[in-house]
């Protein structure tokens, strides 16, 4: 596995889990009508993930 491939995977699975703790909202299964402060710990570990998934992007092919 290359480090470019670490890096779409980390992205993805971000996007995931953001899309995962939106879905929760359509699903109404909280006590928040807005974003509450889980999903705010979620939302910021997302991104963290994603972040450390683009720095990972333009190391290329070296491996993992």
Same mark, same amino acid.
């Given at each position: 596995?290359?480090?470019?491939?670490?890096?779409?995977?980390?992205? /993805? %699975?971000?996007?995931? *889990?953001?899309?995962? !703790?939106? &879905?929760?909202? =359509?699903?109404?299964? @909280?006590?928040?009508?807005?974003?509450?402060?889980?999903?705010?710990? /979620? %939302?910021?570990?997302? *991104?963290?993930?994603? !972040?450390? &998934?683009?720095? =990972?992007?333009?190391? @290329?092919?070296?491996?993992?």
């Amino acid at each position: 596995m290359t480090k470019r491939q670490l890096g779409l995977t980390f992205i /993805g %699975l971000g996007v995931l *889990g953001v899309l995962g !703790l939106f &879905g929760v909202d =359509l699903v109404g299964a @909280g006590q928040f009508s807005g974003i509450g402060p889980t999903q705010r710990l /979620g %939302l910021l570990t997302a *991104g963290a993930v994603i !972040l450390v &998934g683009l720095t =990972l992007l333009p190391l @290329g092919d070296k491996p993992a």
